[in-house]
């Protein structure tokens, strides 16, 4: 469904990715892991075009279209068909929740107010926030806010969902809540392209896992391949550093 | 024999003052309009990409800051007429009214610039990021999601620069406008000079109540357009 071959992209004398080929499938819940600074959310970014990527090319059901030289319109559709949920919420803060989710298919979309309302009050009921459709985001928690990000990301209804680091900027204690509501939508049958730091995420969820270090794929394959028996040495390292040292026993 | 100081002055010079707040208030009204809406292109041209405007902009701000407002009244007043001259247009019959407005539109536009540069910039980019990222055009995000919140921002410094516009537009009088100020200057001319501190008095009275007004009134459009906004309370 979507394919991507062959990215780069340099942040001046920096080259974060050197060359990433990417495919996932409908359905998939592909999970990106590996050290900060290691590239992924450079890709996802890249391919919501919020970074123009220096080189790279992507199929998207019908539409085949280079990374680098994409045209304002082709870049609008493709907006249209892939969600973004940030690290940092990046709700609309002068906009109720509600709003917040209706925003995109009343403004967008051109769909009718009081339609795109019920689509909205669907996803926030889904993210477990019937009663706060008229908060606004200051007089919700971190973890509100981002069950906020992901109902406006699912109420787009769209090909796929590409998540930031979700979890990285919340409290410990408000982490569950938001991975609740992913693992839910990822049963539903979303389509998701995950940067995460969960582990537990990405054993439960995924039926794909990437390892990324230093802008290239080191390494990747279903969860037991990665966690059970990582074949190359710098993913055995960071796991060996990211995961309680009996951990593999439970898998 | 008379008295020195009379406060009955007071009472008798603000309904002579009054009506000429009109003039006061078309001036700074249309002063802050043409203003605003030059500020407005000077600040997107700071924030743009092209490298001549944003120096052409700053420099801008730079040299109308750091003229005195009643150098550029003069600069202005004299030297348009003088320009127009040379090109055979006839500009000495104009009303004053004009050269007060283009003066304090040009250093209004400066001030405003800033202002409406540093609101925009205050916005978390993110929420550009968000509103294109579930569909909207580059516009709709800035004026669905960027701009309502910046004009929250912007609101209490448009707010000072306005007061500090109105009470710099009393230098009018110097190149002869009637306003309140010029008025003043005329009824204590036409009293032999005398009693002059009465009359600055009643006008300082004047331009108090206007200024207070015009507080409250910028206090409360902040209230009103603040939805969302973190309330922070304090015990």
């Known amino acids: 469904m979507l394919e991507i071959t062959n990215i780069h992209k340099s942040f001046g004398e920096n080259e974060i990715l050197k060359g990433v080929d990417l495919k996932i499938d409908k359905g998939d819940v592909v999970v990106i892991l590996g050290p900060s600074g290691s ?44 969600a973004f949920v940030f690290q940092n919420y990046n709700l609309f803060t002068n906009k109720t929740a509600l709003e917040n989710v209706t925003e995109g298919l009343v403004i967008g979309r051109k769909i009718a107010k009081a339609e795109a309302y019920e689509i909205g009050k669907k996803a926030l009921d889904k993210v477990g926030l019937s009663e706060k459709y008229d908060a606004y985001p200051s007089e919700l928690s971190g973890g509100q806010q981002q069950r906020v990000g992901i109902a406006r990301a ?27 509501v992913m693992k839910q939508i990822a049963k539903e049958g979303t389509t998701m392209l995950v940067v995460t730091h969960e582990m537990s995420f990405a054993k439960d969820v995924a039926n794909k896992v990437i390892f990324m270090d230093a802008g290239v794929i080191v390494e990747e394959g279903s969860p037991k391949e990665i966690f059970v028996n990582p074949k190359e040495e710098r993913t055995k390292k960071f796991l060996k550093r990211v995961l309680p040292e009996d951990y593999i026993f439970y898998i | 024999m008379e008295k020195y100081f009379d406060l ?59 003229t005195p407002s009643i150098v550029l009244l003069f600069l202005t007043y004299y ?3 003088a320009i127009a001259g040379n090109f055979g247009i006839n500009l000495n019959d104009i009303d004053k009214a004009v050269f007060v407005v283009i003066t304090f539109s040009l250093q209004f536009a400066a001030a ?116 969302g906004k973190q309330v922070i309370t304090t015990a």
């Open chain 2, 79 to 81: 030297g348009i007429p």
């Open chain 2, 8 to 66: 009955a002055y007071i009472a008798e010079s603000v309904p002579l003052l009054v009506p000429f707040l009109k003039v006061t208030l078309m001036v700074t009204g249309l002063s802050v309009l043409f203003g605003s809406i030059l500020g407005f292109i000077l600040a997107i041209m700071k924030l743009g990409n092209s490298k001549i405007a944003k120096k052409f902009a700053y420099g801008y701000t730079t040299i109308l800051r750091c």
């Open chain 1, 154 to 180: 699912v109420a787009l209804n769209p090909d796929i969902i590409l998540f930031d680091e979700p979890t990285s900027a919340l409290d410990p204690e408000l982490v569950g809540e938001v991975l609740t």
């Open chain 2, 112 to 227: 405003m610039s800033e202002v409406i540069r540093s609101s925009l910039e205050s916005i978390d980019r993110g929420q550009f990021e968000a509103a294109v990222s579930v569909g909207l055009s580059h516009t709709q995000a800035y004026r669905r999601i960027i701009l309502p919140q910046a004009f929250v921002v912007a609101l209490p410094n448009f707010g000072n620069s306005l007061l500090e516009l109105m009470k710099e537009g009393s230098l009018a009088y110097t190149i002869g406008l009637i306003d309140i100020m010029g008025k003043a200057e005329l009824i204590i001319a036409g009293n032999y000079n005398t009693h002059a501190l009465e009359i600055y008095l009643a006008l300082a009275v004047i331009y108090w109540t206007l200024s207070i007004v015009i507080e409250k009134l910028f206090l409360k459009l902040e209230k009103a357009f603040s939805k």
């Open chain 1, 39 to 82: 590239g992924k959310t450079t890709l996802l970014r890249c391919i919501n075009f919020l970074e123009k990527a220096d080189q790279g090319h992507a199929v998207f059901g019908d539409i085949d279209v280079s990374l680098r030289t994409a045209s304002k319109k082709v870049i609008h559709g493709i907006r249209q068909k892939i």
